[in-house]
């Protein structure tokens, strides 16, 4: 009797875990609840800007924006070189992952724009 019930818990409960997988991907959502992933999703959703500085670096070094936007989907926000907590804007020192590793970005993100501030190649 007991195990009948275990049988037909799990088949429910894997039949509903399907339907909200489905339901939740073609919501485009997203669960950036980590502090890397909610700092890179509002510096991607804000206004990019480029410094004098950046566009040199880009140049130099052939980057160009699809780099820098995949940096800014999958990085790691280094938050002690970095200035999180200052005013107006923060500053935060990110690094690119896997075949990106080598380049860093010093982004400045204000209330309505995150500007690109150095790229730093490793």
Do not use: H
Not at 31 to 53: E, H, P, Q, V
Not at 93 to 99: A, M, Q, S, V, W
């Amino acid at each position: 009797m007991l195990v009948k019930r275990i049988g037909i818990y799990l088949i429910g409960l894997s039949i509903g875990s399907v339907g909200v997988y489905f339901f939740w991907q073609k919501k485009n959502a997203s669960f950036d609840y980590g502090m890397d992933a909610r700092t890179l999703k509002t510096i991607r959703i804000r206004k990019r800007l480029f410094s004098n500085d950046a566009v040199k670096s880009m140049e130099l070094y052939k980057i160009d924006t699809l780099k820098i936007s995949k940096i800014l989907k999958k990085a790691d926000v280094d938050f002690g070189k970095g200035n999180p907590r200052q005013k107006p804007c923060a500053e935060y020192y990110i690094t690119g992952k896997n075949e990106l590793k080598n380049i860093s970005l010093l982004v400045k993100r204000c209330d309505s724009s995150a500007s690109i501030e150095k790229i730093i190649i490793n």
